[in-house]
Structure formats: structure tokens, C-alpha cells
């Protein structure tokens, strides 16, 4: 057939046209890569509109604190409303206190992922905050109210953690003032008056009641953001209801003079606060959450009805609080989901609603193909710790992926089993009659507990070839605060090391400033870290040496009803070499922790955020005499829950 100059424009067209179709079709293809991101198991993302977003967080309201999810529960309409908006979660887990529930939330991960039991020096620079990666995202990020999820380095701040803006509290000791070393255990936090920063900087005093001086706020910085036509994010933490129960006297003669009346009229002025916010906001474009961040006190009434336990325990009551999510016309309204949902949710589905790819080494799920389509999310584990340094124990609940059961241990003991199928209240204790669920559910939860401990720092090659540096989770990696272990592998040393006289000693191990580990030959090892150091005769330099270095360095409580007591311990081989509990601790300088970690002759390192303990140890619990006894006869008798050493142990010196 010849061809004519028709033809060519035929074939031409054709081929314009299946390169738009091929082009088309990638675009689709990474339009719908990308949205697979965020929209997981559903048939389709979320909406299209990409939403400023509004996350209000309770402190300490409990599960019947709110007629949202109780009918019979406080009233509180205004939150109930925002309900009947959205969807409410009633098996929404929690953590059991205030820091971690909040780290929790701000980075998508466990809170022990980030040395928080419950305490904790900061959210690490390797995770980056939910602020951060809207901020990234073109967002303006803000925050109102109470931090409290690290705040001993500037660092760790709100405005270091991606909030371009912030007023309010480190944590609720400020409210009274400057807390000072001398000061430390005495200052309360008050609604009245409060003291409070703005962007980081000093504490002033505003006069008038904290929730309505921070709500004013708010609505305030609403108004302004929606004027500036940029998407936004507000995170807007109140201390309500937390204690002191401190209600305005507005809301306070509505109530009887006692304490549920006082308790009742605080909620009153929370959900008043909520409703305020709420209208200030254009919800067309508004993905609001609500949620608590632990269970209540049960001090002024049964805040978590119909559940067992309160805040601060293992039990469910401490953990079930209210999460709720509305944005009219993109959610359904008036729906009620019973699946196992957690706090650290949230983070990937405010990304998901935002249309930004989530990390891929979160812990929570994405809640959007549940809502919109009722499909299921993955069942997960979900473990909770908390360390109690006064026993050198830990306290710690387990729920299996089947969420029916929970796994509790409360001041280290014998874990009770709790069959919440049967009894949801969580409140019998079945363990006697299931031995094997116990054991099962308690190896499972020790499983959980290990690989949250464990650092994923970052390797690399050192200025000799025989070292190794590590770096990243630099607060938690470097002895600093709180509990740390490095675990090591040394050994066998180049021969003739060990006879060499050419220097004192040699070291295997460190971080330049902070501390040495040094084999000195015809000696053995010496830790050295500030004026103290621990030794180890027994090391072999023909071998590889399992060598853990761990410890817990206590600074001063902000409600410190003793004097902190700090430890370290040298272990090798998995026997107590060395320890010295009669530390002056002093954190290490903030410049220093981000230098690597150095081991030297082709040794290997590991690295956990808790410190670890042997039965084998010595044994002095700080508590009332009364308990002394208790607590020395279970350590005797093997009956604590203690992190032990054989954990690292059995990561070190094993053969390929």
C-alpha cells in the first residue's frame, strides 16, 4: 500500500493518540499508587478536599465522663453532638497516663518505641512528629494547651517538633511558675491565673481560668487561619478534666458543692470549650477529632464505667477512652464503630485525609477503609509498660490480637488474665483457670516488649577499619535519662594485644566525651563514665565477650516524694560484674549526644532503651517499710516482673 500523506496523518493522530492513552495511564497508575498509600484495604481514598485539620485532646476524661458513648454518662452535648457528626470509636485504646498517650499520638508509634514508661527524654529526631509532616505538606501547624511529652531539652519542644506556632505548657507543674531544682515536688498546677509560654518563651501569668484563656485562643488563631486560605492544623490539648477539679464559678453554681458536683462542673466547662471551638471552625473543610488521652481518676465519681481500673493501672478502665471523627459530607454521621482501634491511629489517618504518604514503619493503621467501607483493619497486639524505678520492676498489660482477652500485671506481680468476651468489663480475674493462656499471653507480651526496646541506630565504617560507629536516637542511645543498655560484642581481640606494653590500656568502646570501656592488660575491663567506672576481671581476650552496659539515670520528679537514686551495671557473660547505685547523676551535655558510638576491633554493638536486671542482682526496694518486706520476699522467690538481662544476652556473641 503506498503511503500518502493522509496515511502519515492517520498514523500520526493514532500515535498521539496512544501516547496520551499511555501517558494517561501512568498517571493513573501513580495517582492510584499513591492514594493506595492512604486508602489501604478500601476501594477508594479519601475525599479529594484536602482538609485543615483539628485535633482536641481531654486530659484524663474517662470512658462515662461523656454522654457520647455512655447515654447515662455526664452530659455533655456538645461533644455528643460532634458524635451524631461523625463516627465514635467505643473500643478505642489509650495509654494508661498523660505523656505517653500524647507521644503516642504525635508520632504514630508506641510510646516505649521513644523510652517513654512513662517517662521519657523526647520524641526522637527519627521520628518525625504528625506537626512535622503536615508542616512538610504545605501546612500550618499549631499548637494550644498542654506538650508534656518531653521537655528537659529545648529540643524536644513543640516549636523543635514542627509547630510553626504554640501557646501554653510544657506540663501542668508550669502553671504555678518557673519549676526550679528547689522547687521541684512542690509546685501544683492551677486553672486560676495560669502561667503560661508563647512561642517557647519565658512564662507569664494571663489572668482568668486556663480552659477558657486557651480556648479564647484558639478560636482566635482559627479565625486568623481561615483567613489566610492556607491549609492548617490545630492541636489543641486542655488540661480539663485533669486535676486540681478546678470549674469557674460560672460553671461551679450550676453543681452541688462536692467533689462529683466540682468534677461535673469541669466537664461542663470542657464540653462548653469543645462546642465554642467547634462553631469557630468552617466544618465543610474540617477534619475535627476528639479524643481523651487516658482513663479517669475515679476520684470524684466512676469515670470509666462499665470498664474496671482507673488511670495509671493496667486494667481496661485506664486504657478505653472516647476518640471521635467528624467532617460532614466526607464521614459518615451518626455512626458507631466497635472494632479495636488505638491512639496511635490517628497519626496515619489525619496523613491519609491530607494526602501525605505515611512512613512505612508506623505502628497504627490507617482508619479510613474502616469507616468508609468497613473493612477491617489488620488485628495487631498491643502491649502497654510502665517501670517503676522505686522496685526495679515493670508494670504492664497485653492484648492478643483477638482482643479477647487482657494480660495485667500491676506493681510488678503476677499477672492476672481478664476474659473480655465474656466479662468486657474487664474485672474477673480468670488466670487460675487458664495457666496456658497465661504463659502464652506473657511470652508473647516479653516478644512485644524486646523488639520496642530495641534502637534501630545507624551503622557506619570508622576512621580505622576495625571500627564501627553508631549513630541516631541520640537520647536514647547515649546514657542520659532513664534506662539505656548497650550490649557488645568483644573479642577475640588481635593477638598480643593482651601482652602489649606499649600503652595501658586499649579501648574497645565509647562515646567520645561521655564514656569508655577500656581492656587493660593482666586486668581486665573498665567502664569508665564521669568520676565512676565498674570493672570486670573476668573478660577473655582470645573470645568473643557478651559485654552489657546498662543503667537508669533518675533526675528529680516533678512531684518527688524521694530522692532519685540512679544505677549502673556492668554484666558479662550474663553474670553481674560490677554496679554502683550511689550515682550523682548529671545529664550529659546536649552537644554530646549526638556523637557516635564507637567500638573498636571489629566488635558490634546493640542498643535498648531500658535497663535490665537479674534476679542474681543485690535487691533494695524504696518503699514504705510495711511493703519492704513483700517486695524483697517475691524478688526472692522469682514472683517480680523484672527486664532481664537475657534479653540482650542472648542478642550478642552468637555464633552465624
Not at 160 to 176: I, R, S, T, V, Y
Not at 312 to 326: H, K, V
Request: net charge negative; charged share 20%; aromatic share 10%.
Amino acid at each position: 500500500m503506498p503511503v500518502t500523506r493522509s496515511s502519515l496523518l492517520d498514523d500520526k493522530h493514532s500515535i498521539t493518540i496512544i501516547l496520551l492513552a499511555i501517558l494517561a495511564f501512568s498517571l493513573w497508575s501513580s495517582v492510584r499508587e499513591f492514594d493506595t498509600d492512604f486508602a489501604s484495604a478500601a476501594e477508594e481514598p479519601p475525599p479529594v478536599i484536602t482538609p485543615n485539620i483539628l485535633l482536641i485532646v481531654a486530659d484524663d476524661l474517662g470512658y462515662d465522663d461523656t454522654s457520647a458513648l455512655n447515654s447515662n454518662g455526664l452530659p455533655t452535648p456538645n461533644i455528643r453532638q460532634l458524635a451524631q457528626e461523625g463516627v465514635t470509636f467505643s473500643r478505642h485504646y489509650a495509654d494508661s497516663t498523660c505523656t505517653p498517650s500524647r507521644v503516642a499520638i504525635l508520632s504514630g508509634r508506641y510510646p516505649e518505641r521513644s523510652g517513654f514508661r512513662p517517662v521519657g527524654s523526647e520524641i526522637p529526631a527519627e521520628f518525625l512528629t504528625i506537626a512535622e509532616q503536615l508542616q512538610r505538606a504545605g501546612y500550618s501547624t499549631n499548637l494550644t494547651g498542654k506538650w508534656h511529652a518531653g521537655e528537659e531539652r529545648l529540643q524536644a519542644w513543640p516549636q523543635n517538633k514542627g509547630f510553626d506556632h504554640w501557646f501554653g505548657f510544657l506540663n501542668q507543674w508550669e502553671l504555678a511558675g518557673e519549676i526550679t531544682d528547689a522547687n521541684k515536688g512542690q509546685r501544683r498546677p492551677t486553672y486560676h491565673n495560669p502561667m503560661l509560654r508563647e512561642q517557647g518563651g519565658e512564662l507569664h501569668r494571663y489572668e482568668g481560668h486556663l480552659t477558657d484563656i486557651l480556648t479564647d485562643h484558639t478560636i482566635r488563631k482559627i479565625e486568623q487561619l481561615q483567613a489566610a486560605g492556607k491549609p492548617w492544623f490545630l492541636y489543641h490539648a486542655f488540661l480539663a478534666p485533669h486535676q486540681p477539679i478546678q470549674p469557674h464559678p460560672r460553671f461551679a453554681e450550676q453543681f452541688p458543692d462536692t467533689p462529683e458536683g466540682k468534677y461535673t462542673a469541669l466537664v461542663t466547662q470542657l464540653d462548653d470549650a469543645v462546642g465554642r471551638i467547634v462553631q469557630a471552625v468552617d466544618r465543610k473543610n474540617t477534619l475535627i477529632v476528639f479524643v481523651s488521652d487516658n482513663g479517669g481518676t475515679n476520684s470524684e465519681r466512676n469515670n470509666n464505667f462499665p470498664f474496671f481500673g482507673k488511670k495509671n493501672e493496667m486494667y481496661e478502665g485506664a486504657f478505653r477512652t472516647p476518640l471521635i471523627m467528624s467532617w460532614p459530607e466526607n464521614i459518615p454521621q451518626g455512626k458507631t464503630i466497635d472494632d479495636v482501634v488505638m491512639n496511635v491511629d490517628i497519626y496515619p489517618t489525619l496523613l491519609a485525609a491530607a494526602k501525605v504518604p505515611a512512613p512505612p514503619d508506623l505502628d497504627g493503621s490507617n482508619l479510613w477503609p474502616l469507616f468508609l467501607h468497613d473493612n477491617a483493619i489488620p488485628p495487631r497486639r498491643r502491649s502497654w509498660e510502665v517501670y517503676s524505678a522505686n522496685v526495679n520492676t515493670l508494670n504492664f498489660s497485653y492484648l492478643p490480637e483477638s482482643g479477647d482477652w487482657r494480660l495485667a500485671s500491676l506493681h510488678g506481680f503476677s499477672p492476672g488474665l481478664f476474659d473480655l468476651l465474656g466479662n468486657p468489663s474487664g474485672e474477673e480475674d480468670v488466670a487460675s483457670q487458664h495457666p496456658v493462656a497465661v504463659a502464652e499471653f506473657t511470652a508473647e507480651f516479653w516478644r512485644e516488649h524486646w523488639r520496642k526496646s530495641l534502637l534501630a541506630v545507624s551503622e557506619s565504617p570508622g576512621t580505622d577499619p576495625s571500627q564501627t560507629l553508631y549513630s541516631g536516637f541520640d537520647a536514647m542511645r547515649t546514657p542520659q535519662r532513664f534506662g539505656f543498655t548497650v550490649g557488645l560484642e568483644i573479642g577475640p581481640l588481635p593477638v598480643g594485644l593482651s601482652t602489649s606494653n606499649d600503652q595501658p590500656f586499649h579501648r574497645l568502646a565509647g562515646q567520645e566525651g561521655l564514656w569508655d570501656l577500656r581492656f587493660i592488660p593482666g586486668q581486665g575491663l573498665e567502664w569508665h563514665m564521669g568520676d565512676v567506672v565498674l570493672t570486670d576481671p573476668y573478660f577473655e581476650p582470645a573470645r568473643c565477650n557478651a559485654i552489657i552496659l546498662t543503667g537508669y539515670f533518675e533526675p528529680v520528679g516533678h512531684l518527688s516524694k524521694r530522692a532519685p537514686q540512679s544505677t549502673m551495671k556492668l554484666y558479662s557473660s550474663g553474670f553481674l560484674r560490677d554496679a554502683n547505685s550511689d550515682i550523682a547523676y548529671s545529664p550529659a551535655a546536649d552537644d554530646h549526644l549526638d556523637t557516635p558510638t564507637f567500638v573498636n576491633f571489629h566488635g558490634k554493638a546493640r542498643f535498648s532503651n531500658t535497663m535490665l536486671s537479674s534476679f542474681a542482682d543485690s535487691y533494695s526496694p524504696r518503699v514504705a517499710p510495711q511493703f519492704a518486706d513483700v517486695y524483697t520476699s517475691m524478688h526472692r522467690e522469682r514472683k517480680l516482673t523484672l527486664l532481664d538481662v537475657k534479653m540482650m544476652d542472648a542478642e550478642l556473641c552468637q555464633s552465624p
